[in-house]
């Protein structure tokens, strides 16, 4: 079975780490400075702040700023639940706006229709590998007076021209096992704005500058040196992976028929996360699929307005009508930089094959928001 994610660990991983655990300083501590540094540096942000998981890298961006009981933040109900979650950690409401058809990102058009006198931030979501439309997000955001949490979990080294995910505003990243690039668990935020960082870095601490000395309450939100290790390890080989990638999806986006491939909007770099189609009956097409040796994930099967606490909390009733739609035809094949050019092979017939069996979905259904 070819399957849907293949972390890749290698040598460096495994020596960087041996090392780590040699050096006795096994929760935070050098590794982890080095790893913001290099990490700011690669996606060209002022700080970088190193975090248990992307979630409470999302988390600390919203305290960073300030936003708590009472506040609304606007997103999306089409991505994983962290990001609404972590709004409802701090006390806020999400605000749920459906996304664009095209990219399944947030949908521009929609956000100020959103905004209330309670709304302090919006958090697009960087969705798949492929930037939000972060100018216009930041430009309404701006407009508004608003704070920019962008959920860059899964767009490590996507970029708008040659600015990249993780610049505006906040950015937060995920480094989970099946993202471009990991540490096994571990996250980060990056900002350009030195108070904000200073702040996540005390409440990351629990409140703590100096030693058992608490300013206010905070959290223990630290990444440890191990994790940190792999990063380092991991850091100097994504440009390479994004770009095996994206060499992948492009030779899907020609071999693949009577499916919806993704569009990719102009001038944006997208580092395929996943590789997302839309296909026809989607889940005899998934079985199909691995009937034929081709994993395959859907990511999300419940969108957020729809999940159990969010229905508690009396969501569900949202106008969303892109997120149900695609939510229902949305797979995911593999697109992870180890597959060797036979197994791309394998799944590209493997898709063919089925989409000739189930029926061709057509973009056709996109015209609406496409033609905008
Ligand atoms: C879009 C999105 N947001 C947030 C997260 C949360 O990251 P983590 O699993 O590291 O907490 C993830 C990763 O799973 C994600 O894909």
């Given at each position: 079975?070819?399957?849907?994610?293949?972390?890749?660990?290698?040598?460096?991983?495994k020596?960087?780490?041996w090392?780590?655990?040699?050096?006795g300083l096994?929760?935070?501590g050098?590794?982890?400075r080095?790893?913001?540094?290099?990490?700011a540096?690669?996606?060209?942000?002022g700080h970088?702040v190193?975090t248990?998981?992307?979630t409470?890298a999302?988390?600390?961006?919203?305290?960073?700023?300030?936003?708590?009981?009472?506040?609304?933040?606007i997103?999306?109900?089409?991505?994983?639940?962290?990001?609404?979650n972590s709004?409802?950690?701090?006390?806020?409401?999400p605000?749920?706006?459906d996304?664009?058809e095209?990219?399944?990102?947030i949908?521009?058009?929609?956000?100020?229709?959103?905004?209330?006198?309670?709304?302090?931030?919006?958090?697009?979501?960087?969705?798949y590998g492929?930037p939000?439309?972060m100018?216009?997000?930041?430009a309404i955001?701006?407009?508004?007076?608003?704070a920019?949490?962008?959920?860059?979990c899964?767009a490590?080294?996507?970029a708008?021209?040659?600015?990249?995910?993780g610049t505006?505003g906040?950015?937060?990243?995920?480094?989970?096992?099946?993202k471009?690039?990991?540490?096994?668990?571990g996250g980060?935020?990056t900002?350009?704005d030195?108070?904000?960082?200073?702040?996540?870095?005390l409440?990351?601490?629990?409140?703590?500058?100096?030693?058992?000395h608490?300013?206010?309450v905070?959290?223990?939100f630290r990444m440890?040196d191990?994790?940190a290790?792999?990063?380092l390890a991991?850091?100097p080989?994504?440009?390479?992976?994004?770009e095996?990638?994206r060499?992948i999806?492009?030779r899907?986006?020609?071999?693949l028929?009577g499916?919806?491939?993704p569009?990719?909007?102009?001038?944006?770099?997208?580092?395929?996360h996943?590789y997302?189609?839309?296909?026809n009956?989607?889940?005899?097409?998934a079985?199909?699929?691995?009937?034929?040796?081709?994993?395959?994930?859907i990511?999300y099967p419940?969108?957020?307005?729809r999940q159990?606490?969010f229905l508690?909390?009396g969501?569900?009733s949202?106008?969303v009508?892109?997120?149900?739609?695609?939510?229902?035809?949305?797979?995911?094949?593999?697109?992870h930089?180890?597959l060797?050019d036979d197994?791309v092979a394998?799944?590209?017939d493997?898709?063919?094959?089925t989409?000739?069996e189930?029926?061709?979905?057509?973009?056709?259904?996109e015209?609406?928001?496409?033609?905008?």
């Amino acid at each position: 079975m070819i399957p849907i994610a293949r972390p890749q660990m290698g040598e460096e991983e495994k020596e960087r780490v041996w090392d780590a655990m040699g050096s006795g300083l096994l929760a935070q501590g050098p590794r982890v400075r080095e790893l913001e540094e290099e990490f700011a540096a690669f996606i060209g942000a002022g700080h970088a702040v190193a975090t248990s998981s992307g979630t409470t890298a999302l988390h600390l961006a919203l305290l960073g700023y300030g936003i708590g009981p009472g506040d609304e933040v606007i997103t999306v109900p089409f991505t994983f639940i962290a990001s609404a979650n972590s709004v409802l950690y701090t006390g806020a409401r999400p605000v749920l706006v459906d996304i664009d058809e095209r990219d399944f990102t947030i949908d521009v058009e929609l956000i100020e229709a959103a905004i209330t006198d309670r709304t302090k931030a919006i958090m697009p979501v960087s969705l798949y590998g492929q930037p939000a439309d972060m100018p216009a997000v930041s430009a309404i955001a701006e407009r508004h007076g608003l704070a920019v949490v962008e959920d860059a979990c899964q767009a490590h080294g996507a970029a708008v021209g040659r600015r990249m995910c993780g610049t505006w505003g906040a950015g937060t990243f995920s480094f989970y096992p099946t993202k471009n690039m990991t540490t096994g668990e571990g996250g980060m935020l990056t900002t350009d704005d030195g108070e904000l960082a200073e702040r996540v870095r005390l409440l990351r601490e629990h409140g703590m500058k100096v030693r058992y000395h608490h300013d206010v309450v905070g959290y223990n939100f630290r990444m440890t040196d191990i994790a940190a290790a792999i990063g380092l390890a991991q850091l100097p080989k994504l440009p390479a992976a994004n770009e095996r990638r994206r060499a992948i999806a492009a030779r899907y986006d020609v071999e693949l028929r009577g499916v919806i491939t993704p569009w990719v909007r102009p001038g944006v770099t997208h580092v395929y996360h996943q590789y997302t189609i839309r296909v026809n009956e989607r889940d005899a097409f998934a079985e199909k699929l691995r009937e034929r040796g081709v994993g395959s994930a859907i990511y999300y099967p419940i969108p957020v307005h729809r999940q159990k606490p969010f229905l508690a909390l009396g969501y569900g009733s949202e106008t969303v009508p892109v997120t149900d739609l695609v939510t229902a035809q949305v797979l995911s094949i593999p697109v992870h930089p180890s597959l060797s050019d036979d197994e791309v092979a394998k799944v590209i017939d493997a898709v063919n094959m089925t989409a000739d069996e189930l029926g061709a979905l057509h973009a056709g259904a996109e015209a609406g928001a496409a033609g905008r």
